[in-house]
């Protein structure tokens, strides 16, 4: 681990508006800020949670809550109400050729109350998990908080400083949690060390109406060189083009409606709604990235979900197994907080549990995205999908890693 800490602010110390205490200071409210704080708070722990954003409703991230995240919201009294909100349900993941179709997972066979991906907006469950929190006076969430600096004391993280209404801001915690997403401030500044796989693709996102007729939940389709994935979100489809690594240049400088072409090409049933595509700026490039941060903690701070993991877009896995993380921090540290003993052993307990998980479903996207993905895009042949894909024993496998996970994670707090 590298250290790139300083004890002394970069700005004027007396720039700082308030200072405030609390026990527990989690940045990003993303799935594994939000539930780690929601969870900790129903032990009437005090907790912070810092959102860079002024609301929840951001770029799309995934709307996914997969079976392991409906078992951990039933756990908590919560699972009848969240699926009380609109949403779709997805029971299987297929990829469809235009002469083949096969099932990659069936969440169908899972042995669970909740065998199927729920998709439900995350601005939705974000906003339903904060609310939730909000019931419990230790909780408190700002919004708009855009974390900066660490605060050192000893070597150790004591809090952190951030920018926001205003002015700079800053809170002294016994725990400060980096939650702050594939980007994360808090492992910069932390000097935490990552190692990283390159997978052979990116991926363009963008929006087309959706139309009544249109099948529910979501699907995957595959043509010579090309894949799309296409995710309900209601009156929209939310569509992933993936292209090989590096491509994206190449796509603008070809131009808009050859990416048009393409696209109908794949899925030509989306022929007369493409029009909807008319501008560059309604396409979001997502550069694929998968990496793991070798330690997790140091004295003082926890690095969880995509801030200690970056998890490639195959299986739409990210936040289910960001969600797992924030549950196993949870069952590590609430005891230690209460009784005001934290130590460094216990952040290393969340490492220890959730790492082995982490490796093994990065290990199974990095095999998809070499025996599927790599060769479907850089070959013009039809895509003849891979014998093992049949085998009746690997049937439940795939829907086992990604709608449950490596090993079940239930909260004991
Ligand atoms: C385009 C796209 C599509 C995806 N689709 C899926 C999918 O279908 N299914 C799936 O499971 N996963 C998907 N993912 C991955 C998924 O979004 C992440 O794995 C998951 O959100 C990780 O949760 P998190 O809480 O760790 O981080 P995030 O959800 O990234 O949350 C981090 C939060 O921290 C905040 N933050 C960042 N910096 C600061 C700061 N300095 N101060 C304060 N706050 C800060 C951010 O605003 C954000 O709210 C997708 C990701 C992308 C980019």
């Known amino acids: 681990m590298t250290n790139s ?33 929601l969870l900790l708070a129903r032990q009437g722990i005090p907790v912070m949670l810092l959102e860079a954003h002024k609301d929840f409703d951001r770029d799309f991230r995934g709307d996914t809550i997969h ?11 919560l699972s009848d109400r969240l699926l009380a909100l609109p949403h779709s349900k997805i029971r299987q993941l297929r990829i469809q050729t235009a002469e ?27 906003e339903f998990i904060t609310q939730e929190a909000q019931k419990y006076p230790s909780f408190q969430l700002v919004m708009g908080a855009n974390v900066q600096e660490l605060i050192m004391q000893d070597g150790v993280v004591a809090g952190v400083r951030y920018r926001g209404g205003g002015g700079w801001h800053e809170i002294r915690a016994k725990l400060t949690v980096g939650a702050d997403g594939r980007h994360s401030k808090l492992r910069q500044l932390g000097g935490f060390e990552s190692v990283e796989t390159s997978p052979p693709m990116d991926v363009l996102w963008f929006r087309l109406p959706r139309q009544p007729e249109d099948a529910e939940g979501g699907m995957g389709r595959i043509a010579k060189g090309h894949i799309l994935v296409m995710l309900d979100r ?6 992933a083009y993936v292209i090989p690594k590096g491509g994206y240049q190449q796509l603008r400088t070809a131009g808009l409606e050859e990416l048009k072409k ?24 997502l550069s694929v990235e998968s990496s793991r941060v070798k330690r997790w903690y140091r004295p003082g701070l926890l690095l969880i979900g995509d801030a200690a993991h970056v998890m490639s877009p195959v299986g739409g896995v990210g936040i289910n197994y960001a969600i797992q993380d924030a549950v196993i921090a949870a069952n590590a540290l609430a005891k230690p907080l209460k009784n005001q003993n934290l130590q460094l052993k216990d952040l290393a307990k969340v490492q220890n549990q959730r790492e082995l998980p982490t490796r093994i479903i990065q290990a199974f996207q990095t095999f998809i995205q070499k025996q599927i993905f790599a060769r479907i895009l850089t070959s013009d042949q039809t895509f003849q999908p891979p014998a093992f894909l049949r085998l009746p024993i690997l049937r439940d496998f795939p829907a086992r890693l990604i709608g449950l996970g490596v090993f079940p994670v239930h909260v004991e707090v």
């Not at 696209?263 to 022929?271: Q, R, S």
Request: glycine content about 6%; charged content about 15%; proline content about 6%.
């Open 5 to 37: 800490l300083s004890e002394n602010p970069a700005h004027d110390i007396h720039d700082i508006i308030d200072v405030q205490t609390t026990d527990c200071c989690i940045v990003g409210g993303g799935p594994a800020g939000a539930v780690l704080a």
């Open 67 to 77: 079976p392991s995240v409906m078992e951990i919201m039933a756990e908590l009294g």
């Open 100 to 126: 083949d179709s096969v099932t990659l997972a069936d969440f169908s066979h899972l042995k669970t109350n909740y065998p199927y991906i729920t998709m439900l907006p995350q601005v939705k469950f974000l």
């Open 234 to 239: 209601g009156e929209e489809w939310q569509i």
């Open 262 to 285: 393409s696209v109908v090409e794949v899925v030509p049933e989306l022929g007369a709604r493409i029009s909807n595509l008319h501008d560059w700026s309604q396409v979001a490039f």
